[in-house]
């Protein structure tokens, strides 16, 4: 029984496990998983050592945590040599093949807010609500220091001032605020700008809102 090495791509700089199922097995074969190891210079490029007796072909599932990043095809032959995954892995995140899977690192994640306005006639106010999102997920928690503003879009006259807090929405994460006076007029467009903290940074979005010159 040899210790094989099993060489697979990922991207780097992540603490991954490779899993090794027989073709048409859904019984792991190497047991528990074997941890891979980044090269020094080779960034990218991880190995494994398989202690297990395989022969013959492998799906290589590479995982981070719990999570599936890849699915390889492999062929172990039980010897000290290095073993390749040489095929594409199947991109699980993104939908499609690729050469390797597309992870955003935190600097690059991507903070955008939905931005509604109802101009609430029966009530007399208009009633903004934001959403915010983290890479298309909807944020319900550990959003601090909510603010919004609203400039006229003709002049740039604000109807609701730089620094106006938003309130939550119960729990759900949603923010919103009532504005009873400075009130969108028939055919206004407006510029709406959101900010708070989210994830250790202030996140700002903005949006164009326009009231029909009918309405």
Avoid at 30 to 55: F, H, M
Avoid at 115 to 140: A, K, L
Avoid at 175 to 200: H, Q
């Amino acid at each position: 029984m040899a210790n094989t090495p099993v060489e697979v791509r990922a991207p780097a700089g992540l603490s991954l496990t490779l899993e090794l199922y027989p073709y048409g097995s859904d019984t792991l074969a190497n047991l528990g998983g074997d941890a891979l190891s980044e090269a020094t210079n080779r960034k990218g490029i991880y190995t494994a050592t398989v202690t297990e007796p395989l022969v013959g072909w492998f799906t290589a599932h590479v995982k981070l945590g719990s999570t599936l990043l890849a699915v390889y095809d492999v062929y172990l032959t039980d010897d000290t040599n290095i073993h390749r995954c040489e095929d594409a892995p199947i991109q699980l995140h993104h939908g499609g093949p690729t050469i390797e899977p597309v992870m955003l690192a935190a600097s690059e994640a991507i903070y955008p807010a939905d931005i509604q306005v109802t101009v609430d006639n029966g009530s007399g106010r208009d009633e903004y609500t934001v959403t915010w999102f983290h890479n298309g997920t909807v944020v319900t928690a550990g959003i601090t220091a909510p603010t919004i503003e609203v400039v006229r879009r003709n002049d740039g006259s604000a109807l609701i001032a730089s620094g106006t807090p938003l309130s939550p929405i119960a729990s759900t994460g949603g923010l919103k605020y009532d504005e009873p006076t400075n009130r969108l007029i028939a055919g206004d467009a407006v510029l709406v700008t959101v900010t708070a903290t989210i994830g250790g940074a202030e996140r700002r979005w903005r949006r164009i809102i326009t009231r029909d010159n009918a309405s």
